[in-house]
């Protein structure tokens, strides 16, 4: 009979479970865009509480789902895979975290709240099978295009997000997707997973992420209404390092770099938009 694993060890198992790094990221940028656009303060707080539910229901149903593939090739950065949780404990932490992000979304409002869950829905798809087809970056364009717009929606008066921002968004959620998968292509081809990224190889999938990653800061610069401001080129300027990383993912040197350039360049983002008073209402 397997011991159980001391309750700090458990806890802290089920933090690394829900990919705390990025969850963390996706959690922050949500809160500053809030911000950006006005939300009053309480609904800023509501807003950050109900990304950060979902996104540890998607990390959780990830590990979850995904316990037999990471043991097959002994993934040692997985705490099922280290003993310290059980697939079983993930599984209800998922479908909790879930249910607290609707009910959080949701008080938001109905536009807002529906906008907040597609992120979370595209997740769960993610997961549940989409990342083995060739539309594996759907649920990345889709949820991360979605996810600005259900922000600005929050404001008062349920205002819609300009056109730029969930364009953007959606380009930074394939070069994420992308970015994200690099490390681990092997792995994934010797559980049988083929998404996107798999079939196009990883230099080209890097070189892709790349392309896709310019394009979302060039957009942040050219999309708002009247002469580029002064944090879009600082933006742009940031972007440059990020998209060089980016490009040489498909070296092994390089392919663990490239998914934290893209999630530090979208918080950079987010953080000179807050700053240079743009408008997202």
């Known amino acids: 009979m397997r011991a159980r694993p001391p309750r700090a060890a458990s806890l802290r198992a089920l933090v690394l479970a829900t990919h705390a790094p990025p969850a963390a990221a996706v959690t922050a940028v949500a809160t500053l865009l809030a911000v950006a656009a006005q939300v009053t303060p309480g609904r800023v707080v509501l807003t950050g509480a109900a990304v ?5 229901s998607i990390g959780w149903s990830n590990d979850w789902l995904d316990a037999d593939r990471d043991r097959a090739v002994a993934r ?3 705490p099922v895979v280290q003993g310290t949780v059980e697939p079983s404990v993930l599984r209800g ?3 909790g975290a879930a249910a607290v992000a609707v009910v959080l979304s949701l008080a938001l409002g109905t536009v807002p709240g529906l906008l907040l869950l597609v992120l979370v829905a595209s997740g769960w798809a993610y997961n549940a099978g989409l990342k083995r087809s060739v539309v594996s970056g759907l649920p990345y364009v889709t949820g991360f295009g979605a996810l600005p717009a259900g922000v600005v929606a929050a404001a008062p008066g349920t205002p819609v997000a300009p056109w730029w921002l969930p364009a953007a968004g959606a380009a930074l959620g394939a070069a994420a997707h992308l970015a994200n998968v690099a490390p681990d292509l092997e792995e994934d081809l010797a559980t049988g997973v083929r998404g996107l990224p798999h079939r196009l190889g990883a230099r080209v999938s890097a070189l892709l992420g790349a392309l896709l990653l310019g394009t979302a800061s060039l957009v942040l610069v050219l999309g708002p209404d009247g002469p580029p401001r002064w944090w879009g080129w600082a933006g742009l300027a940031l972007a440059v390092p990020a998209v060089a990383v980016a490009a040489l993912a498909g070296t092994p040197r390089f392919r663990r ?5 893209v999630m530090l360049l979208t918080v950079l983002d987010v953080v000179l938009l807050v700053l240079g008073g743009a408008a997202l209402t």
Request: net charge neutral; aromatic share 6%; hydrophobic share 70%.
């Open 76 to 78: 040692a950065d997985k």
């Open 52 to 56: 950060l539910a979902g996104q540890a």
């Open 257 to 261: 770099l490239a998914f934290p350039a």
């Open 93 to 95: 932490a998922a479908l």
